[in-house]
Structure formats: C-alpha cells, structure tokens
C-alpha cells in the first residue's frame, strides 16, 4: 500500500497534482456563483435607476 503512494518516487507529484486539481475543482463553481451574484446585481441596479429615470 505504502509503494502505491510512493509510485517509484514520483507520489509527491502525482498527489500534489490531484490535490491541486481537486482544489481548482471546487473554488471554480463558487468563484463563478460569486461573480453571477455580483453581475445580477449590477444589472438590477441599472435597471432600477434606469426605470426612475424613465419616470
């Protein structure tokens, strides 16, 4: 079990590796609701200044 973390001396890459990607894996989604959030926002205030000025 220990030679398959191993993996002939190249573990600490090939796991450093998938660590990172997993990492990427998960704050993308979350970086991306984030910045959604903040456009719709944007966008609903434009639009309510927008309808005001309108009025």
Known sequence: MAEFFHMGGYG????GSFGVTAICMIAEPLLLRGRSRGIRKRIARIARSEQGAHQ
């Not at 600490?12 to 796991?15: D, E, F, G, S, T």
């Open 12 to 15: 600490l890459y090939v796991w």
